[in-house]
Structure formats: structure tokens, C-alpha cells
């Protein structure tokens, strides 16, 4: 729903229409669309002006309003015979709307017309703006359901119909040949364009109006320059007949009447009681620019008055226009004014003696094609202040700019001193005019900064830091004592310096990291240059800052039982490696309780290091080593680093490693296979609690799985397996699992697979004994002896393969040196003979 | 120019001296021209079965390999000690010092070198075989000699550790392209000539190599104390036989094998007759 209404808190206000009259009102200018076809509701409290007839008739009238003459007050809708009565009351006007086409700049425009009333004088007074006889909340306004561009709604909420607000005019015209009166209402800031009583071409500001400025006064002679617009039939808005300007100043009143017509000599009836003063008393001549094309309506016309008095707190109450013929009268548009600011730097703010400040002031808000002047005052410790001026004369766009000075080198006859420099900075054109007692003064615009020399390049440093000390103003190869007195007495020190041929003497100190911490006061002087005040400066040691520059651990993966190895630097600020210090640390595990907390000390290669072992049941995961801030140090008291550093690393379990040994022990009770496997943890040490299992496959079929049981005599898990004649024979792989008891989970080992070739001849002895016993009773028995005696029993054969242990034999000689080079070399000699 | 043998155990005490010295005799008996290197001083070595007397020994390949004699004077003749009637025999003790004959060979030590000092003792006496008789065990020398040769003999007992160093050097010598075989010597009593036979073979397809003779354990070669040449103090002992075989066997292999431009030619090519005492 779109609706404009008047602000609700602005002073009331009403105007007359007399019968056959109408008024209008505007929007801004709209963006080309459609306006749909929808009802509009126009509410205004309208009265009938008493002692007349009291009653008159309203019509409300919505257009749109084009500026290239092409559709002129396209009728949207109407809605005529609107009743208005002696007593103000409030009228909803409907209009039934047509769907209207809109293009670019166009207006919306709403007339209310005082229709003409037989047998009735009335005039309708409709109140249109503020409180009074509206109530708030239900103040005149406009409404309708129509749909509008986008960018219409916005600017018709933001700026809805000119019923009457701030900064807003609504226009007031005439269909006869009667006066028109244009009204228009201060009601917050404006300004004028003002030249001084010179006219020298120098503008300033002032603020019209401001409750903020009362002590803003405009002097005798200052312009006030205005402009207004006109439409008429004739392209030279001839009809506007005279302009009256109210101003009050401190309780009086002050108005001002010019005639255009030297011919009619009718003063126009007064339209606001007051003291009247007579034409040229307190106003100028106005001069008058020609007419030139405006947006709005037709024509702009541009208008001067000079001041004939003085006004110390000025109020421009109303200025109105009046016309007769077939022009329109307008509204006066003030002049837009510039503000301008200023805001001063000095860079750097610190500097040392030898170098240059750039001193820089940054207007905004200037007036374009303009002159300003600028003084720039430097004050040195010494009390002399030199100057430096500077002009800058903007462009006709240009309303920003920057003007800057070097010091030393744009100030003739500056010194080079130790201390605070005042910078003063004063636009002596152009100058504004402040009232002072009677009169004006002028008054210069001035915005101040400071910056400051030293001897040392730093206030502050930390011990490790490189003190650059530069003084200047000496004689050519003049020779000084440069003095440093500290905290430590003992470690005052004065140094013979010479200046270099341009009379500047530089020299550096880098502090101990056991300095004294405190003020120190650096002093030079010379034999023959005497400086005032003294060439002597102050500066401040504190403890160095040791900085973390590398933390890292010797692997980003570990298993349980592993060694950590963390590495770390610790660095001065001057970047020289700490060599005794301390680094404390904290290992903490992924549930973030802290593991250890220790300290990495010097490994002697500027580095520090500190080692730990992963426990057997460490919890698996992302662990880390945390350096906290400011918990390291050196023997000389400096700490740091500033900020807490971390380093992750992962911790996984542990692979069991397994040595197995698969012996087969022949006896009388046949053969058994011994299975024996050391199991160790990573670093070592044997583990000798969980479960050990081995696991007998033959052509991967399991023939048994047989537990290994732990014998801390040996250090080992033993199984036995008693190999049945019913066994195959052949090669057996003997698969090796283990796992310990660390919890939740384990450190294990699968699938360590062993060969052992299991030679499965049966007892020849046994089968042919046994038959000859059973044939040969007790003869046999004796033959069975000899026979036992005489046939030799067959020696079974059998070796394990202990091909993981082969392998791991192989490779450790492969891996040597030695056999390399035997390798390279035989085959450097093999491809020889090739190409031989 | 002939072929170089390795003869290795990775145990002492498997019968590698024994067999190197009888399988050269053998062959030297056969008509060819062999000489045996012994780099194996630190035990009782070639040099005792051949009865070498440490005062006859003028000079050593190491000194040859410094420069500080020619070959000629590194070689023993054994022909008349040993009473061979055919053949030649040459006993070459490689260094009083081994640890001394490597660093002489420098840092990284130079094969080559050691190669072309060897191959031109070879030439120099026409050999048509030359044994080297390794350290027992896994050392540089023993890499060294695997290095240079053509062939490498592997000797091993019946025995857990024996064939554990075996499947080790067989993978080495694998590594460095070098032909292997397998003598199983001082099989146990008791144990049945097919099943040894059953057994040598299962345990030589397992680790990838052949089998080039199997040797019972004899108590009277074992008495001899390594004192003399077996096929000589004994020629008639079925020991000796063995022996014989064994090194027929390996002369039939190296007739197989290809020599360069030079292929092994038999005595009998040589103008020299061929005779067994075996």
C-alpha cells in the first residue's frame, strides 16, 4: 500500500484557494513504467473559510505531469462535488484510477481545485501539513493499491507527496489571472552563499536558520544568492512581479519588497505584519541573472541581494513570490553552500635528527574554483617557529584536496634539535567573518599537529635490539662524545664519534641481553657546535622477547613404545640463537589431559631437544606438544615466546614384531614341532602378557592352531604340536598372531607366516617289525632284534625355512656398502664386456 | 681363459676344504690345469692339506695386488708334492691378512681389480680352473669372492643353521647373477641314499638352486684330519669315488656354461689324456 502522508511534527500549515483556484503537488521525478489501475484515496482536513458561505465543493485530481510537453496531465482519475463545510474536516477523496504509462522524469502530480460555488464566495482552506487540526497518526495523505515500479515506491515513501515537509515545496498555481501566492517555510538549516562586503571573490559559510549557529550573523554587504523557477505561457516568466524576503534578526523584523515593473507601482498587500523598512533600507539591489531552462518546470532565474545591515543571528522567515498574468509564481531555492574541513598529519610522528617530516593538511568539502591560502608555523624545542606557505586553487569539480610542506627543507632557517615540534597550520584565504561586538571579525581557520626528533630510532627497546643512533647539525668531521647512561652505572659508556663530511653522525649499539632494563639517556657533545637545548635523548631497554622460530618433532607418526623426539629454536629479537636457555613443554594426549610436562634443554647445535617414550598402552591418536607462552627463558631473565605454539603428532599401536624359530625334535615318541617366537614391542622390550597363537596350514588347509604360551625364563611364547603320522607331509606354513592386553586397543601382529617342510615318511621300522613278530614268534622275537639291529632305522630329515629371518639376513647385507659396491661394479664390468 | 669356483659354507667345519682340495686334485688328476685360492687362513685350511709350509710361501696375491710381487711368485706348484702325474695344481694363498688385501683394494673396494689380478694368474698359468676357498660365513671376503667368480659352490650339512646361511647365500649369490649349486656333505648315518637324495632335492627346488652332489659323513675321512688329500692318501676308498663324482659332475656343468670367446675345452683337446684315479 503505498501512502504519503504529511510529518506529523511540523508546525501546522494551511493554505487558501480561493473559488476557480487550484493548488498542485508533486513527486520527484519518476523512472519510465506503468502505474496499474487502482483505486487512490486522497485525505485532507479541509475547511470553508468562516464568515463566508460555509460551504464549498473540492475536487482532487490526479495526473501525470511531463516535462517535454509531449503528455501533459495524463488524467489518472478525478473525483469532483467533494463537499467541505465551516467546520475542518477531515474528507477520504476516492479516485478510481486508469492504468497510466510514465516516462523517464515524469511527475505524479495530485490538484486540488476550490470548485466554483453559485452563490458562494467560500474560499477552501485545506491544512496539509503538522498537527493542529490533524490528529497525529491520521495526518492529510495519499493512498492507493495501485502497483508501481519499485524504484517508485521507495521514492514515494522516502519522498512521498510534498503535502508540506522539510526541505520540500509544493507548488501553488493559478488557472486565472488572479495573484498567486507561493509560500515557502523554514524549518530547518539552509544555506546561503555569501561573498564578504569586498567582493573579493572570498566565500565562506554560514548556516541559515540553525538553532545550532546562533552566533553565525551575515555582515552588511554580505550577497545572498537564490534562485527560482517559473513556467509560463511566454518562455520568459515576465509575470513574476515582485519578490518579498522576511528575515528576523534577535526579535526584529525585516522585510525586504523589489518591483520588477518600474510601472506598477502597487505595493502588494502585506502578507505578514512586522516592521516594514522601505526598499533599499536593508536590502541592496537584487540583480538578476537571465533566465536559464531548469528540470523542474521551465525556467531558473538566479538572483543576488546584498545585505544593507548587519544581522547578527538571522532567520529568514519566508520569501514569497508574487505575480499577475498568465505566469506561475514559484518557490526560491536557496544556493547550495560548501562546507569545507580540515584535518592536518605529520609523518612520520617520531623521527631522528637528519631527517624530513612531510607536514600535510587534507581539505574536504572545498569550494570549487577557489583560491585557498594556507600558512604552515613550525615551532622547534628551541621556541623558534619558522613558516612555510602554500596555495592551492581547486578545480570548478574539485572539492577535495591535499597541500603539504617539507620540514626542515621548505622552512628557511630551521634547526635540528632534540624535542617536541608544534605544527600550526592557518587557511588565511579564504577567511569567514564571525560577528564581534558590533562588528565582524575575521576569523582564519587553524588546525594544529606536532611530531617529535631523536637521537635513537626507537623509544623502546628490547634487549637483542640494534640501536641506530643519528644525530645531525655538526660541523664537517667534527668530532663528539656520544654518552649512554643506564640503569647500571657500570655500564654507562662514552664513545669518541666523528661526524662524516655533511656533518651527520650515525652509529649503532646492539644491547646485551643482560643490559640493564630501564631508561637510558643518550647525550653528544661536541667540541665546537654547541646545540640548545642539548643534543640528548631518552630510551627505554625492556627484557627481550624470545621467539619460538621452529617446533617440530622427528616424525609425524609414532607407535606406542617409540621414542618422540621433539626439536625446537629459541631466538632473541635480534634474531641471535639463545645457547643456554630453557624451553618448557607440555605433551598432552587427545582427550587433552596432560601426558608430561618437561623441559627441552640446548642439544648443543643451537637447537633444543627433548625426547620421551610413547607408553605400551598410550590412547591412540592425535597427540600434541604444547609450548606455553612466556614459560621459556634464558639464564639473563628474558622469557617468551609471546604466543603458546603446538606441534601434532599421531600415535598408533604398536606392530608386534615377531622372530619365530620351528624346530622338530625327533624322539621315541615321534616328532613334535616347537614353535617358538620372541615378541617384541617396537623399542624393544618383549611383550609378555596378551595372546600368541600359531596357526599350522598346509596347501591352505589349517591343520591346527596352537597356542603359544609366554616363558619368562626365555623370553619367549612357546607352542608345542605333536605331528600325527596322519599329517600331511610337505610344506607347512606356520602363521604367527599376537596382540597384548593395552586396551581399548591393542598392540598386535597377524599373518607371520614361517615354513617348515615336514618330511612325513612313516616308521618304516615300526610296520616291518611289528610283521616279523607276528610271524616269527619267539625265534622271531631274536630275529626281530637282529633285524632291528641289522636294518638301520631310517633317519627322518626335516629343517624349518625360516624364510622371514632368510630375508631379513639378505637384506640387511644387501643394504651394506660393501655389497653395493661390489654389485655396482660387477655390473659396470658386465656391460663392458657387452659392448666389447 | 678357465673358470673361477667358490667353494662356501656358512658354517666352519661342513668339509669345504676338504672337498676343494679333493675335487681339484680330482680334476688336476683328470688332466686339467687347476689352481686353488685359499682365503681362509684364519682355521686349518688348504694349506695344511696340501702341507704347505708357510716358509714356502714367497709372496701372496695381496702382495701382487700392492705391487710388491708378480704372480709367478704367489703360486705354489703341488704337482710333485701331491705326486700328479697329470694335470697341474697351484696353491695360491691370497693374504697372510685379509682384513690387509681389502683395504689395500681401498674404500669401496675395486672388484675389478681383484678380478683382473685373478684372471691374470689365470692366464698367466693357464688355468682351467680356479677354486677359491671362502670364510666360512657372511663376511666382506666371503661377498669378495662371490663377486669374482664364475660359480659359486655351496658345501652344507643336514642342519638348521647350515641351510638357514644357505638360503642366505643363495639369495645373495641370486642377487649378483652368479651360478649356484648345493653340495650336501656329511649327510648322517642312517639316512637312506633316496631319501638324502628325496630330501637334497625337495630343499633345493624350495630354494630355487640344483643340487650338484650329495656326500655321506665318513669317519674316515673325518680321521684324516684334514692332514692330506683324501683321493690321494686314499684313492681307492669309496669316499674317493664320491669325490671323483663330485667333480665330474662339476666339470660337466662348466662345460655347459658359457666362457666368452673361450669355451672350456677338455684335457683330451689340450693333448693331454684324461685319467681317473676314482
Redesign the interface.
Known amino acids: 500500500m503505498l501512502s504519503a502522508q504529511s510529518p506529523s511534527s511540523q508546525a501546522e500549515t494551511s493554505i487558501s484557494i480561493p473559488q476557480s483556484f487550484s493548488i498542485f503537488f508533486y513527486t520527484q521525478p519518476l523512472a519510465e513504467g506503468e502505474i496499474s489501475g487502482s483505486t487512490w484515496t486522497v485525505t485532507i482536513y479541509a475547511q470553508a473559510v468562516p464568515g463566508q458561505t460555509d460551504t464549498g465543493s473540492l475536487t482532487a485530481e490526479l495526473s501525470i505531469y511531463s516535462l517535454d510537453g509531449t503528455i501533459q496531465n495524463a488524467l489518472i482519475g478525478s473525483s469532483s462535488g467533494n463537499a467541505v463545510t465551516a467546520t475542518t474536516t477531515k474528507i477520504d477523496i476516492p479516485i478510481q484510477g486508469v492504468t497510466a504509462a510514465v516516462k523517464n522524469g515524469d511527475r505524479l502530480t495530485l490538484r486540488l481545485y476550490a470548485e466554483s460555488v453559485a452563490g458562494s464566495t467560500a474560499s477552501l482552506k485545506i491544512f496539509y501539513d503538522g498537527q493542529g487540526n490533524e490528529l497525529l497518526g491520521d495526518e492529510s495523505r495519499i493512498q492507493t493499491t495501485a502497483t508501481v515500479e519499485e524504484s517508485w515506491r521507495q521514492d514515494f515513501e522516502a519522498n512521498p507527496f510534498s503535502l508540506s515537509s522539510v526541505n520540500r515545496y509544493w507548488q501553488a498555481f493559478g488557472t486565472g489571472s488572479v495573484s498567486q501566492v507561493s509560500i515557502q517555510y523554514y524549518t530547518a538549516s539552509h544555506s546561503l552563499r555569501v561573498t564578504d562586503k569586498s567582493g573579493s571573490g572570498t566565500y565562506a559559510r554560514y548556516d541559515f536558520n540553525t538553532v545550532n549557529n546562533p552566533s553565525e550573523g551575515l555582515p552588511s554587504g554580505t550577497i545572498l544568492s537564490f534562485y527560482w523557477l517559473a513556467t509560463s505561457v511566454d518562455s520568459m516568466g515576465t509575470s513574476v512581479l515582485s519578490l518579498h524576503l522576511q528575515i528576523s534578526d534577535q526579535g526584529s523584523s525585516y522585510e525586504h519588497y523589489w518591483y520588477w515593473s518600474s510601472s506598477n507601482t502597487t505595493i502588494p498587500p502585506l502578507v505578514y505584519p512586522g516592521t516594514k523598512k522601505a526598499a533599499g533600507m536593508y536590502m541592496g539591489p537584487i540583480s538578476l541573472g537571465s533566465w536559464t531552462k531548469h528540470e523542474l518546470l521551465n525556467w531558473k532565474k538566479q538572483a543576488e541581494i546584498t545585505l544593507g545591515v548587519s544581522l547578527q543571528s538571522p532567520r529568514v522567515v519566508s520569501v514569497s513570490l508574487q505575480s499577475t498574468g498568465l505566469g506561475k509564481a514559484t518557490d526560491v531555492y536557496w544556493d547550495n553552500i560548501f562546507v569545507s574541513s580540515h584535518t592536518p598529519s605529520a609523518q612520520p610522528q617520531r623521527m631522528q635528527e637528519g631527517q624530513t617530516n612531510t607536514l600535510s593538511l587534507t581539505v574536504t568539502g572545498a569550494i570549487p574554483s577557489t583560491t585557498y591560502q594556507f600558512e604552515f608555523n613550525v615551532t622547534d624545542p628551541a621556541g623558534i617557529t619558522t613558516t612555510s606557505m602554500v596555495s592551492h586553487t581547486t578545480s570548478s569539480s574539485e572539492t577535495n584536496f591535499i597541500v603539504s610542506r617539507i620540514y626542515s627543507d621548505d622552512f628557511q632557517g630551521s634547526g635540528v634539535l632534540v624535542g617536541n615540534y608544534n605544527v600550526s597550520i592557518r587557511q588565511t584565504g579564504p577567511v569567514y567573518l564571525i560577528p564581534q561586538g558590533s562588528g565582524f571579525i575575521t576569523d582564519y581557520v587553524t588546525t594544529s599537529t606536532s611530531f617529535t626528533v631523536h637521537l635513537a630510532d626507537r623509544a623502546i627497546y628490547q634487549r637483542t635490539d640494534t640501536l641506530r643512533f643519528q644525530a645531525s647539525g655538526y660541523g664537517a668531521l667534527e668530532r663528539a662524545n656520544v654518552t649512554l647512561l643506564g640503569p647500571d652505572p657500570s655500564s654507562n659508556y662514552l664513545v669518541p664519534v666523528q661526524a662524516d663530511s655533511t656533518g651527520m653522525i650515525v652509529t649503532t649499539w646492539v644491547i646485551p641481553r643482560n643490559a640493564a632494563l630501564g631508561n637510558y639517556t643518550l647525550t653528544v657533545k661536541a667540541i665546537t657546535t654547541i646545540k640548545i637545548p642539548s643534543d640528548s635523548d631518552q630510551f627505554n631497554v625492556t627484557s627481550a622477547v624470545l621467539q619460538l622460530s621452529r617446533l617440530s618433532t622427528d616424525a609425524t607418526d609414532y607407535q606406542r613404545t617409540q621414542n618422540v623426539t621433539l626439536h625446537a629454536t629459541l631466538l632473541y629479537p635480534g634474531q641471535s640463537i639463545v645457547p643456554d636457555g630453557y624451553l618448557e613443554f607440555q605433551v598432552v594426549q587427545p582427550d587433552g589431559s596432560v601426558f608430561l610436562t618437561s623441559t627441552a634443554l640446548p642439544d648443543g647445535s643451537g637447537g633444543y631437544v627433548a625426547s620421551f617414550k610413547i607408553p605400551t598402552a598410550a590412547p591412540i591418536g592425535s597427540w600434541q606438544i604444547i609450548v606455553p607462552s612466556w614459560q621459556s627463558g634464558d639464564p639473563s631473565g628474558n622469557n617468551g615466546p609471546a604466543k603458546t605454539s603446538a606441534v601434532r603428532f599421531a600415535v598408533s599401536p604398536a606392530v608386534l614384531q615377531v622372530q619365530t624359530r620351528v624346530s622338530i625334535d625327533n624322539s621315541q615318541n615321534g616328532r613334535t614341532l616347537q614353535i617358538q617366537a620372541s615378541i617384541t614391542y617396537p623399542d624393544g622390550s618383549h611383550a609378555s602378557a596378551g595372546q600368541a597363537m600359531a596357526q599350522l596350514v598346509h596347501n591352505g588347509v589349517t591343520i591346527v592352531y596352537v597356542p603359544l604360551m609366554f616363558d619368562a625364563a626365555k623370553a619367549m611364547w612357546i607352542g608345542y604340536y605333536q605331528i600325527k603320522s596322519s599329517d600331511p607331509e610337505g610344506l607347512w606354513l606356520v602363521v604367527i598372531s599376537a596382540r597384548d592386553l593395552a586396551g581399548p586397543v591393542s598392540n598386535s601382529i597377524d599373518n607371520v607366516v614361517h615354513n617348515v617342510l615336514v618330511d612325513g615318511a612313516a616308521s618304516y621300522w615300526n610296520i616291518d617289525m611289528s610283521l616279523v613278530m607276528a610271524i616269527l614268534a619267539p625265534v622271531g622275537a631274536l630275529i626281530a632284534f637282529i633285524a632291528w639291529r641289522l636294518v638301520p632305522r631310517r633317519k627322518r630329515l626335516s629343517v624349518a625355512l625360516e624364510t622371514e629371518k632368510v630375508m631379513q639376513t639378505v637384506n640387511k647385507v644387501q643394504s651394506t656398502d660393501f655389497f653395493r659396491s661390489i654389485r655396482d661394479q660387477l655390473a659396470t664390468a658386465s656391460s663392458l664386456r657387452n659392448e666389447k | 681363459m678357465g673358470v673361477s669356483i667358490a667353494v662356501h659354507s656358512f658354517k666352519g667345519g661342513t668339509g669345504k676344504s676338504t672337498i676343494t682340495s679333493n675335487v681339484a686334485v680330482s680334476l688336476a688328476i683328470r688332466g686339467w690345469r687347476v689352481g686353488v685360492m685359499d682365503m681362509d687362513l684364519e682355521g686349518p685350511g688348504l694349506h695344511v692339506i696340501f702341507n704347505i709350509d708357510p716358509a714356502d710361501v714367497q709372496a701372496t696375491l695381496n702382495d701382487v695386488l700392492m705391487g710388491s710381487a708378480n704372480p709367478g711368485q704367489a703360486v705354489i706348484r703341488l704337482n710333485d708334492k701331491l705326486g700328479l702325474k697329470t694335470g697341474e695344481l697351484y696353491f695360491m694363498p691370497a693374504s697372510t691378512n685379509v682384513t690387509a688385501m681389502l683395504r689395500t683394494l681401498r674404500t669401496?673396494?675395486?672388484?675389478?681389480s681383484f678380478?683382473k689380478a685373478l684372471e691374470s694368474l689365470q692366464k698367466l698359468f693357464d688355468l682351467d680352473y680356479l677354486f677359491i676357498d671362502t670364510h666360512p660365513g657372511?663376511e666382506?671376503d666371503t661377498?669378495?669372492a662371490?663377486?669374482v667368480c664364475d660359480h659359486l659352490l655351496i658345501v652344507t650339512r643336514?642342519?638348521?643353521q647350515d641351510?638357514?646361511g644357505t638360503?642366505?647365500m643363495v639369495?645373495?649369490a641370486r642377487?649378483?647373477?652368479k651360478p649356484a649349486h648345493l653340495i650336501f656333505n656329511m649327510i648322517?648315518?642312517?639316512?637312506?641314499e633316496a631319501?638324502?637324495s628325496k630330501?637334497a632335492k625337495?630343499?633345493g627346488t624350495?630354494l630355487g638352486v640344483d643340487v650338484l652332489g650329495l656326500l655321506p659323513f665318513s669317519d674316515d675321512v673325518q680321521g684324516a684330519l684334514s692332514k692330506s688329500v683324501f683321493i690321494v692318501s686314499a684313492p681307492n676308498h669309496p669316499m674317493a669315488a664320491r669325490y671323483h663324482q663330485l667333480a665330474r659332475e662339476i666339470e660337466e656343468f662348466e662345460k655347459g656354461q658359457p666362457k666368452?670367446n673361450d669355451q672350456l675345452m677338455s684335457p683330451s683337446t689340450r693333448g693331454v689324456s684324461a685319467s681317473s684315479n676314482g
Request: aromatic share 8%.
Open positions: 669401496g673396494f675395486e672388484i675389478v678380478m657372511i666382506n661377498l669378495l662371490t663377486g643336514i642342519d638348521q641351510i638357514f638360503n642366505v639369495e645373495l642377487s649378483l647373477d648322517p648315518r642312517g639316512v637312506r631319501d638324502a630330501f625337495k630343499l624350495r666368452g
